[in-house]
T-cell receptor
């Protein structure tokens, strides 16, 4: 299974952009990069996913490097409610549906 | 309806009890999952059902027994558990079967918090 590496924790000022990096150097050609977040005591929530192109939705933007070995999740204007654990996952047919979560990054948004 | 509903939210059981966790979705998803999450750890995949058939069992002890009675329901039967099995049990579903291209997002329930005494 492709592994992901994320910094254990990050801080961000409220209203500023939060940039969360993820390393997935062993990603295979048909594996997608997914991002989820988990707010304390809740189930994980889907944020965004992509294959090779950059993606944007109402929650965030996903920037994937050209070699696909790393990606960055961008929350453009972080709020206190964005404080959560953010997980980067690679998932596709190579790992036969085994969506393995890494240790994630605890993002703390401060006033 | 984009919800995955898990019941009960909290469960306390003794090591000799038999209990079940239930999960339901009405999104027409054909893949359903059980995850186990210990405190301050990421979710760990336990089982995957695809089209109501067990497709992945991550070497889970037999005291955990999954069941998928139909495409909307997923159960986890619990028997002779140990205190170390205390955890948050998360159910999830996705539109397509595992292993397909772009399997799509996982929809998670809020979890069932299990305490084994």
């Amino acid at each position: 299974d492709a592994k992901t590496t994320q910094p254990p924790s990050m801080d961000c000022a409220e209203g500023r952009a939060a940039n969360l990096p993820c390393n997935h150097s062993t990603i295979s050609g048909n594996e997608y990069v997914y991002w989820y977040r988990q707010i304390h005591s809740q189930g994980p929530q889907y944020i965004i996913h992509g294959l090779k192109n950059n993606e944007t939705n109402e929650m965030a933007s996903l920037i994937i490097t050209e070699d696909r070995k790393s990606s960055t999740l961008i929350l453009p204007h972080a709020t206190l409610r964005d404080t959560a654990v953010y997980y980067c996952i690679v998932w596709g047919s190579v790992n036969a549906g085994k969506s393995t979560f890494g240790d994630g990054t605890t993002l703390t948004v401060k006033p | 309806d984009t919800e995955v509903t898990q019941t009960p939210k909290h469960l306390v059981m003794g090591m000799t009890n038999k209990k079940s966790l239930k999960c339901e979705q009405h999104m027409g998803h054909r893949a359903m999952y059980w995850y186990k999450q210990k405190a301050k750890k990421p979710p760990e995949l336990m089982f995957v059902y695809s089209y109501e058939k067990l497709s992945i069992n991550e070497s889970v002890p037999s005291r955990f027994s999954p069941e998928c009675p139909n495409s909307s329901l997923l159960n986890l039967h619990l028997h002779a558990l140990q205190p170390e099995d205390s955890a948050l049990y998360l159910c999830a579903s996705s539109q397509t079967q595992p292993g397909a291209w772009g399997t799509g997002e996982l929809f998670f329930g809020e979890g069932s918090r299990l305490t084994v005494l």
